[in-house]
């Protein structure tokens, strides 16, 4: 049970250093899309209160960070960029 929450806690905080340009070294498979569904998450998670909980959630280690790429909420961070033109 600890190594679930110790990775999720890892794997959030080594992702948002591979965001930066200027980290060097490899990015590990699947690294592009994983940023791409962070991106949506945050843009919608500033104007979207429904999604502003769910990411609330995962950055208070209520829930799994993989709860956020589930289909609805995926979908639905998607919806709301798309209607504020980003």
Not at 28 to 37: A, E, H, K, L, T
Not at 51 to 80: K, Q, Y
Request: proline share 9%; hydrophobic share 40%; net charge positive.
């Amino acid at each position: 049970m600890q190594r679930v929450v110790v990775d999720a806690a890892w794997g959030m905080s080594t992702s948002a250093d591979l965001a930066r340009p200027s980290v060097p070294g490899p990015r590990p498979p699947g690294y592009r899309i994983s940023r791409w569904v962070a991106d949506q998450i945050t843009a919608a998670s500033v104007t979207d209160p429904v999604t502003a909980r769910r990411f609330d959630a995962v950055v208070e280690m209520r829930r799994h960070p993989n709860s956020l790429a589930a289909p609805r909420t995926l979908l639905r961070a998607v919806r709301v960029n798309q209607a504020r033109g980003r």
